[in-house]
């Protein structure tokens, strides 16, 4: 994580908005759109601003013919899973925990969970194991890519089934144990580590 100490900070704030959302309302269309925009907030600051892992290779192209830094050449920032499957992986793993009718466990968090989080927070999300809950699976999800308008109009055209395109779902017949990087497969975008 690259993430600075106020952005982990931010973290944990909208991992916490996003859980007592989820726990504490009614869910419906305007409780479902606060708690996308804090998992895509929480997504962002998880990372941190500079924490791109990824980029196209026409993103890349770009960018050496710029020779700019990423954040100036025109590039769209770009989540490899889309933060409305993420958001629904946050509201399985909550409603499945939830309905066990137990309260959550007390957060005990290994050296590799804590990597990149500060004392303080560490500390709060052990005081609030539903944001942890949220946490755990948003750090696991969430991976950004630079990728180019070029790139990004491959996805409008690539559909699933029932003609929607994968700009912000996952290709037909994709489930959570498959590749990541499945929508980039399909509309032959290539991807390599920054």
């Known amino acids: 994580m690259t993430a600075t100490a106020s ?3 931010n973290f944990f704030w909208h991992c916490l908005v996003a ?3 989820m726990d504490e309302l009614m869910e ?3 409780t479902k759109a606060h708690v996308l925009h804090a ?3 929480a997504t962002l600051c998880a990372v941190g601003r500079k924490g791109v892992q990824y980029a196209s290779d026409e993103a890349r192209v770009i960018k050496e013919s710029n020779n700019k830094h990423w954040e100036q050449c025109n590039l769209i920032k770009e989540h490899i899973v889309p933060v ?3 958001r629904a992986r946050v509201y ?3 409603k499945r925990s939830r309905n066990g009718n137990h309260d959550p466990d007390p957060v005990t968090l290994s050296d590799r969970d804590t990597q990149g989080l500060t ?3 560490i500390g709060e999300f052990q005081k609030n194991p539903r944001a942890w809950e949220v946490a755990r699976i948003i750090r696991e999800w969430t991976l950004l890519a630079w990728i180019t308008k070029n790139d990004e109009a491959k996805f409008d ?3 699933r089934h029932g003609g929607i395109s994968i700009r912000k779902v996952m290709p037909t017949g994709w489930t959570e144990e498959q590749d990541k990087f499945a929508r980039y497969v399909a509309c032959g975008i290539v991807l390599s580590r920054i």
């Open 7 to 9: 952005e982990v900070k």
């Open 19 to 21: 859980a007592k959302l």
């Open 28 to 30: 419906n269309t305007v």
């Open 39 to 41: 998992v895509r907030m």
């Open 84 to 86: 409305s499957v993420v």
């Open 92 to 94: 399985s793993e909550l």
């Open 119 to 121: 004392l303080e927070v």
């Open 157 to 159: 055209d690539k559909k």
